[in-house]
């Protein structure tokens, strides 16, 4: 990089030029050259060409600086500021060190938390985090009107009470409990990233409480008997294999996308990959215990051998456009039309996954079977939020609950 020596042609009181400034241009990562411009010294005896000003102490030290990789032109004003407060012809290893501590503690004081999150964030979370993640991040972001209720807040003066402010403020128009938590996890992840940064020593949003918000509405479960139904409707031999593996080996929706033929055994299969939906790329499962195998069924083995037979691609089941299907669109062109000729309703690919939990528990099969035949990370998930208790079953246990209490009573 090239430091060069430019001499202002601006005129004085008595019509002389007055100074020579050192001037560069630093490269941006887009593509773009930013000017940065440093006065030096004014003209007079001792320097009166650019020859001249290449000598002097003030053009050497913003050189040193520049060849050292600081290119911020502030650093160097300050820089020389300091070395001529201090009485030195020309900047030492101190002042440096001062100015470089001084411009840190400036930025960790003055950034923004808006900005922080755009030009910080953002970009680390691109850089770390699968698109999808990164896409809810900024929907959040966005949809609730966070820049805006943050664009006066500095990182440094962020406090509880302000995150508590800021998710009072979301839940005031009408969101569940779930996108409230959502809202304050990413508020944490923010400030964790500035607490490794420097900018504050600790994550404000751990003591910032959640307000009264809506419950999340109650998710759904297909039974057998749905299931069968929708089944029996006319679908071609891809989309009967695709709502198979849904209802039958409890698969997401992004691992059965990602499905390859070498991962069927014909008695198993083997959960190797996840499919972005943003992206199209594929990622490892979501967790460890998802990196796992799942019985197949013989109801299922028909459906994927009768599928196999036209199929010549390893990709199970791939897309027009990408490698991998897209469900979502399988789903609202093909399936979900079929459904409301039928009176069945469509509840989404996740109500498959549910529909294993339930009806293996309405069949009698234990919690911790069924989690790990969904392959969760811990039971509590399979039981809170999977295993839907049908009303009959209920009616059923109140009924031997009755029975045992006659008995009782006739016995005494």
């Not at 299931?227 to 209802?247: C, E, M, N, R």
Request: avoid cysteine.
């Amino acid at each position: 990089m090239t430091v060069s020596i430019w001499f202002d042609g601006g005129k004085g009181r008595k019509g002389k030029t007055r100074l020579f400034y050192a001037r560069w241009t630093e490269s941006l990562p887009d593509g773009t050259r930013k000017f940065h411009t440093v006065p030096l010294v004014r003209y007079g005896d001792q320097y009166r060409s650019k020859g001249d000003v290449e000598q002097s102490p003030e053009y050497k030290a913003v050189v040193q600086q520049v060849m050292n990789g600081d290119v911020d032109s502030k650093h160097a004003r300050l820089l020389l500021a300091v070395a001529q407060a201090r009485g030195k012809a020309q900047p030492d290893a101190d002042d440096t060190a001062l100015v470089r501590r001084v411009t840190a503690d400036d930025a960790a004081a003055n950034t923004l938390l808006a900005d922080f999150v755009e030009k910080a964030f953002f970009p680390d979370a691109e850089a770390r985090l699968r698109a999808k993640t990164v896409r809810e991040y900024r929907s959040i972001w966005t949809r609730y009107g966070m820049a805006e209720k943050t664009s006066a807040l500095r990182v440094s003066d962020f406090k509880p009470y302000h995150g508590r402010a800021i998710l009072e403020a979301i839940a005031a128009q009408g969101i569940r409990k779930a996108t409230l938590q959502h809202a304050k996890f990413l508020l944490s992840a923010v400030f964790v990233l500035a607490v490794n940064k420097g900018l504050v020593d600790t994550n404000p949003m751990r003591e910032a409480k959640l307000p009264e918000a809506r419950g999340a509405q109650e998710t759904y479960a297909y039974d057998l008997a749905e299931i069968k139904a929708i089944l029996a409707l006319p679908f071609d031999a891809k989309t009967q294999a695709v709502i198979g593996v849904a209802a039958f080996a409890a698969l997401r929706e992004s691992e059965i996308t990602g499905l390859h033929w070498s991962d069927y055994s014909g008695d198993e299969i083997t959960v190797q990959r996840s499919i972005d939906r943003i992206t199209g790329e594929a990622n490892p499962p979501k967790t460890a215990k998802s990196a796992a195998t799942v019985p197949v069924i013989p109801t299922l083995k028909r459906l994927l051998d009768a599928y196999k037979a036209s199929m010549g691609d390893d990709v199970m089941f791939p897309g027009v456009k990408r490698a991998y299907i897209d469900l979502d669109k399988l789903a609202l062109r093909v399936i979900r039309p079929a459904l409301k000729a039928a009176g069945i309703p469509w509840y989404g690919w996740h109500a498959f996954r549910r529909g294993v939990a339930s009806n293996l528990f309405q069949l009698g099969v234990d919690e911790l079977t069924v989690q790990r035949i969904l392959r969760h990370s811990k039971v509590l998930v399979t039981r809170e939020h999977y295993i839907k208790v049908r009303d009959e079953r209920a009616e059923q246990a109140m009924a031997a609950f009755e029975a045992a209490i006659s008995g009782t009573a006739t016995l005494q």
